[in-house]
């Protein structure tokens, strides 16, 4: 059964520092995706990033940064010095696509504060 | 850029009302996706579409839902028969035709449903 765990229920760091946002996932099939999504206070969903469980280099986007390690299941999400704007609560999900698109499961999502 | 939009945003009913609550989902499009998250918790999958049917459901998804594309654009989730338990925001959420690979899902804004 599919399970993506996220530990850290609220984190909060003053603007400018570093954050860490941590997911674990549990998976039976190699072929796998992985997805972070971001929930601002207004309550829209928004995509984040897509791996596959295939590729597992880690990959920057400006102060965003990912470090997925099959070796640990784990898909962690860095944000470099941080922002008000991003206070959100940061969701990281799972599929396996056994043909095609298939539900995403979601973990219990992490709340970061960033205050000013 | 495209995006999904759902209406309404908010939506208060009485116990045993029916409620329907309607997705545009991005034009090229053809996988369609009910989600909802009860307030704090995480989001949970509800059903999958796909050329005119039901590709996959939860077990939330019992018989007192419903889902539809009326037309060409539009895509419906019903509730027959609203219970207090039903109140959260439910999602919409569409993604590209798969080529054997997980499409990214993209969510709508959601609509906040309040049964009293």
């Known amino acids: 059964a599919q399970k993506v765990t996220q530990a850290q229920t609220e984190i909060s760091v003053v603007e400018k520092e570093d954050v860490t946002l941590d997911c674990v996932y549990e998976?039976?099939?190699?072929?796998?995706?992985l997805f972070w999504y971001k929930q601002p206070p207004s309550g829209e969903l928004v995509f984040l990033i897509r791996?596959?469980?295939?590729?597992?280099q880690n990959e920057i986007s400006g102060r965003y940064s990912w470090n997925f390690q099959k070796s640990t299941s784990s898909f962690n999400f860095t944000i470099t010095a941080s922002q008000v704007v991003d206070s959100a609560v940061y969701f990281c999900?799972?599929?396996?696509?056994?043909?095609?698109?298939?539900?995403?499961?979601f973990g219990k999502g992490t709340r970061l504060s960033v205050i000013a | 850029e495209p995006e999904v939009t759902q209406t309404p945003s908010h939506q208060v009913t009485q116990m045993g009302q029916e409620v329907i609550l309607r997705c545009v989902p991005i034009?090229?499009?053809?996988?369609f996706y009910w989600y909802r998250q009860i307030l704090g918790q995480k989001v949970e999958f509800l059903v999958s579409?796909?050329?005119?049917?039901?590709?996959?459901k939860s077990e939330i998804f019992d018989d007192q839902f419903s889902v539809e594309r009326p037309d060409g654009s539009n895509f419906t989730l019903k509730i027959r028969s609203t219970k207090l338990e039903d109140s959260a925001m439910y999602f919409c959420?569409?993604?590209?035709?798969?080529?054997?690979?997980?499409?990214?899902?993209?969510f709508g804004p959601g609509t906040r449903l309040l049964v009293l």
């Open positions: 959420a569409s993604s590209e035709p798969s080529s054997g690979r997980q499409e990214t899902q993209y």
């Open positions: 579409f796909y050329n005119n049917e039901i590709s996959e």
């Open positions: 999900a799972l599929s396996e696509p056994t043909s095609g698109n298939t539900p995403l499961v």
């Open positions: 791996r596959n469980s295939f590729d597992e």
């Open positions: 998976t039976r099939d190699t072929t796998y995706y």
């Open positions: 034009s090229n499009h053809l996988y």
